[in-house]
């Protein structure tokens, strides 16, 4: 018990002087100029990428998807993973021009149920390669608002 204790207050302590800049005496890297790649705005393939997002609006959104999976047992995810993305390309935009999400929920349904069935009956192996897809056909939907 002793040790378990000791262990998480030594991760607890690491986590910390990380996030706070505690013992930074012992770090013998120089400071990092101003134009240093690092200190510069956020980039996309060289164009400046803008993220600007409400806090309290985020977490309203998130609350919202996950209500509407909850509520409909996971069949609606869909149409969660749309309200997701219209959400977030409407904070986005990489080089002043705004993102739009093009995904419809009706078109990722039959993917979303076939993929919900096989990930049953196969314990959840089926998952480990439908995650991917699912991934590539929410930034395939990603486009630059015209």
């Known amino acids: 018990m002793v040790t378990t204790i000791f262990v998480l207050s030594v991760l607890a302590l690491g986590a910390a002087s990380s996030y706070f800049g505690w013992f930074k005496f012992l770090d013998n890297k120089k400071v990092k100029p101003k134009n240093s790649p690092e ?3 956020r980039t ?3 164009k400046p990428f ?3 997002i409400d806090i309290w609006l985020y977490f309203v959104n998130v609350i919202a ?3 509407i ?3 409909s047992l996971g069949i609606a995810m869909p149409w969660a993973i749309c309200k997701y993305g219209r959400f977030h390309a409407s904070k986005s935009s990489i080089d002043g021009k705004s993102l739009v999400f093009n995904g419809n ?3 990722l349904l039959p ?3 076939s993929m919900l069935l096989l990930t049953i009956l196969t314990f959840g192996i ?3 390669l439908a995650g991917p897809k699912l991934i590539k056909w929410y930034w395939e939907n990603f486009d630059f608002k015209e």
């Open 39 to 41: 200190t510069q705005k």
């Open 44 to 46: 996309y393939k060289n």
């Open 50 to 52: 803008k993220y600007e």
């Open 65 to 67: 998807c996950n209500f």
């Open 69 to 71: 999976i909850l509520l």
């Open 105 to 107: 929920p009706k078109e």
């Open 111 to 113: 993917y979303w149920l």
């Open 126 to 128: 089926y998952a480990i």
